[in-house]
């Protein structure tokens, strides 16, 4: 396998039946999306620990599980990385070259707008993950597809949980 500057040290070198190629496209995919996890997971557990108004515990609630899930996604996507004898994240640093999230940093949101911007973010990371899908069935990498079919599906699921939490009383949209 030729070693390029993004090469695996030999002590990590896994062995994998992919071509470096595919390893390369395979690893830069999943880390970008390694990268949104993270900046999701610190967003939602943000909106969690900043919430307030009328609907406090429902959605404290709700931003808790929903976190607790993109965080346990975070470990899979590195691992895979490494099965197939990528590298992966290393740092906060790392990860804030790599993410496309915006952070949110304002000392205050409103409730509705933290839901309805999780759920606009929930929606990015999925068509980013329907993306890396492409690269992983190119790559033939049915693993890492795989993965990414059962992540897409919780992702659309914290959409639409968001989506409805931010509905006004009679059905219609805030």
């Known amino acids: 396998m030729s070693k390029t500057k993004n090469a695996v040290s030999a002590e990590l070198d896994t062995p994998t039946d992919l071509d470096s190629a ?9 880390n970008t ?14 909106f969690h620990w900043h919430v307030s108004g009328r609907h406090f515990r429902d959605y404290h609630v709700l931003l808790d599980e929903q976190s607790a899930q993109i965080l346990g996604s975070t470990d899979q996507l590195a691992e895979r990385v490494r099965k197939i004898g990528g590298n992966t ?4 640093g790392h990860i804030a070259k790599l993410q496309t999230l915006e952070d949110n940093d304002e000392k205050f949101v409103p409730p509705r707008e933290m839901l309805r911007e999780l759920m606009e973010d929930n929606k990015k990371v999925a068509a980013a993950m329907r993306k890396a899908h492409k690269v992983c069935d190119d790559a033939e990498d049915v693993a890492s597809a795989s993965i990414l079919e059962v992540f897409i599906d919780e992702t659309e699921r914290r959409t639409w949980f968001l989506f409805e939490a931010t509905r006004q009383e009679g059905g219609n949209e805030a």
Do not use: E, G, P, W
């Open 89 to 92: 994240i290393r740092s906060i």
């Open 33 to 46: 999306l390694l990268a949104d996890a993270f900046a999701l997971y610190l967003k939602t557990k943000n």
């Open 22 to 30: 595919a390893v390369t496209k395979v690893s830069a995919a999943l």
